[in-house]
């Protein structure tokens, strides 16, 4: 043991002060009576969020003018203004927010966020909409996600009815909570202000995928099969990403380069996918050729083959030859039979799900 640890001992230096470090953060936080008491207080409310994000994913876009972070954050920031000082004029909050808000989720809704409890949003949000009472708008409030426009409706106590009795309880509930939000705060800021670059390429495609970039994304792919030959989830990719472009050629020659990877090359799911866009590109033979490469390597009788073998019926039938039909109805019936010989219940399905490198 004594040489284990020995051999450990940076990694336990680090991890005791990681622990330090945290105690140190949560040592700041105490909360006090009315803190508790605001905890257990709700409001009902709407906001507007402008993305600088998806401002500057926008100006990625074919056509547009790239801009740097700032740039984006600048134009976010106007926007928001110009949209704050039309609620302060009297406009629809609730139709400024579904034709502006970059907030999807609430955007459909008119901004309304509904209940919000205190520890669910992030703190300048928390902060800002909880000093609101029903009827006020906030000033611009900036937080990780952009700039806020909130508007508070209503306020409710869910004080819990012991909560005299129970005083010191509750005050360490909450005490609890508020020390490991201050910790993941403090975390969240050293991200924010740190320089992250990330270097692996396939990282960084999938970065510029949610930014809606797909020649960049496409280009960062192809370095990653480039510098890792045997890289198969980013060949997997750019095949989803030229079959969606019904470019069949390229897409064929990404999945076919999977099947050869010895990992991947008993994958069914690769060979279904790989006979799919034969299929799309014209190739009749070449898919059933796939088609029965992937009934061959979907043999044991498994929940997820037999969804595999399921929709190969089907593909077969569709494609007028009975004698697969008939290979891949005899594979379904001694899999119900396995399954009863088991104990578990059979049955086929109409079609299948698959497993993706």
Partial sequence: ???????????????????????????????????????????????????PKKILANSNQPGQTPLSEQQADEQAQQKAESLLAQVKQGADFAKLAKENSDDPMS?????????????????????????????????????????????????????????EENKQMYRSQVEQLRKFQAWQNYLQALKQSGHIQVLDAELRAHEALEQGN???????????????????????????????????????????????LERWASDAAVWMKLAEAREKAGDKAGALEAYTSASDRAGAPEPENQEIHAALKA???????????????????????????????GGTLGGGTFTVP
């Fill in 1 to 51: 043991t004594r040489k284990r640890l020995e051999a450990d001992v940076e990694s336990i230096r680090e991890s005791l002060l990681v622990r330090k470090l945290q105690e140190k953060v949560e040592a700041g936080v105490q909360v006090t009576e009315e803190q508790v008491k605001q905890f257990y207080t709700e409001i009902k409310c709407s906001h507007i969020l402008v993305s």
């Fill in 107 to 163: 955007a459909v809704q008119g901004g309304d966020l509904g209940w919000v409890q205190s520890g669910q949003m992030v703190p300048e949000f928390e902060q800002a909409a909880f000093a609101l009472q029903p009827g006020q708008v906030s000033d611009l409030v900036k937080s990780q996600y952009g700039y806020h426009i909130i508007k508070v409706f209503e306020r409710r106590s869910t004080l819990p009815k012991d909560f």
């Fill in 214 to 260: 797909q020649e960049a994304a496409q280009t960062l792919l192809v370095q990653a099969t480039q510098e890792d030959l045997n890289n198969a989830s980013a060949r997997w990719q750019l095949a989803m990403m030229m079959m969606a472009q019904q470019n069949w050629a390229p897409a064929i020659q990404y999945l076919e380069a999977i099947t050869r």
């Fill in 315 to 345: 593909k077969f039938q569709a494609l007028g030859e009975e004698k697969l039909v008939k290979q891949e109805e005899q594979w379904l019936a001694d899999y119900e039979q396995t399954m009863k010989e088991r104990g578990a219940t």
